[in-house]
């Protein structure tokens, strides 16, 4: 019934298994530093067996992180704790890829480096949603608008972290545009409110993201670079008039590069929940039919609509995430048409073992 999950597909010229993509789940498991662990090497093993293994997000730097416990890839010692994680998520011949991910005016002046408030295109605060501190939910706070030369260090800050997975072994990796994180906020005109070649027209929004595929490129080849958006979404504070001009011209732009793929989050989904509160919905096989490459679609998919997709021809890939933190063996339950596990909220985001590597597999007779 599910055939066309399980034929194999070329991405970036390695051959993936199958259909199934692990999308990227922060789950703040990392040690000290954002150094990558053993029962993360673990929890990614469990999970090997989708085609494609997208990294939790990743920060590019310090300044780019704004929760606890998240893994980056700027310094050696991360590189090195990589490694084993990285190798486990490859031991059943997926394609692993790291989500690289700077969160601009999302962080938190008691997270940031120098004290100092967040980093973001513009002074413009995030007032419909709360920063979660460990001392509860407070206010986000206005950003200090990046210089030039802010921009420039970023741009730097994502190639260097790029090199860096290629050093722990990732195949690839994927941009971090959706959700409202720094990416997005220079393409939505709710956050950018720039008079530079940064801000204004669609083209200029657009520009911050396609310098840094151009940085990026140098240490890794344009067909292992992937870009995730969504282009419904306007989960904190994502806002512009017109989501379907932006989103199609940025698919547009993007398309010629030859990338890895484009990863387009499903209407629906404001960040790691279901919503119904969404501005206008713009569909994934809309976008994905103006973009020149494989496309994988996540959000709310069930095996049955990610075979419709795959068999329509709207996607190629498809990413399950909640059901994934609940099924480490998804895709050996979703061929055998067995029954799917259910999310406990305990230990989605941080913790240990309870809740992350302690969710069984199908005991199989032997
Ligand atoms: C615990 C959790 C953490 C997440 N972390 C990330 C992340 O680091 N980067 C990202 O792009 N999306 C993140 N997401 C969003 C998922 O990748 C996915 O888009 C979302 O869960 C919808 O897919 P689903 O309905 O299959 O769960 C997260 C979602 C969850 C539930």
Redesign the pocket.
């Known amino acids: 019934m599910f055939d066309q999950l399980f034929q194999p597909m070329d991405l970036g010229g390695q051959t993936l298994p199958n259909r199934l993509v692990l ?5 703040s498991r990392a040690g000290k530093d954002g150094v990558p662990t053993p029962l993360m090497a673990e929890y990614y093993r469990q999970r090997s067996g989708a085609g494609l293994v ?1 990294s ?2 990743t920060v590019v730097s310090p300044q780019g992180a704004s929760y606890a416990r ?1 893994p980056g890839l700027y310094s050696e010692q991360q590189v090195r704790g990589w490694r084993p994680v990285v190798e486990a998520a490859k031991s059943r011949g997926a394609a692993v890829y790291a ?1 690289l ?1 700077h969160v601009g005016r999302q962080a938190h002046s008691s997270v940031q480096p120098d004290g100092g408030r967040p980093w973001a295109p513009s002074a413009i605060a995030i007032t419909g949603w709360q920063y979660r501190s460990p001392q509860g939910r407070v206010p986000f706070e206005e950003p200090r608008e990046l210089s030039l030369d802010g921009i420039k260090d970023i741009v730097e800050q994502f190639a260097v972290a790029a090199r860096n997975a290629m050093a722990a072994g990732f195949d690839g990796v ?1 941009l ?1 545009a ?2 409202g ?1 720094l990416f997005d906020q220079f393409l939505n005109s709710s956050s950018n409110q720039r008079t530079d070649q940064y801000g204004g027209s669609v083209e200029n929004r657009l520009r911050f993201l396609n310098e840094v595929i151009d940085a990026v490129s140098s240490f890794v080849p344009a067909h292992r670079i992937g870009v ?1 958006i ?1 282009p419904s979404s306007t989960w904190m504070d994502a806002f512009d008039p017109d989501k379907r001009g932006l989103y199609s011209a940025l698919v547009r732009s993007i398309s010629p590069r030859g990338l890895a793929y484009l990863h387009l ?2 209407p629906g ?1 404001a ?4 919503s119904a509160d969404h501005a206008e919905p713009i569909t994934s096989a809309e976008l994905g039919a103006l973009f020149d490459g494989p496309v994988i679609v ?4 069930t095996p049955w609509s990610a075979a419709a997709a795959v068999g329509a021809g709207d996607a190629d890939l498809v ?7 609940s099924n480490p063996d998804l895709p050996a339950r979703i061929r055998m048409g067995a029954g799917l596990a259910e ?1 406990r909220h305990e230990g ?2 941080g913790g240990g073992a309870t809740g992350y590597t302690d969710y069984p597999e199908l005991q199989t007779a032997n």
């Open positions: 999308p990227p789940l922060t789950r997208i939790e997000g998240v989500q991910w994927e971090h959706a959700n994180y995730r969504s989050v499903e989904i960040g790691a929940i279901d996540t959000g709310g998919h990413g399950f995430g909640r059901l994934f933190i999310l989605l985001y």
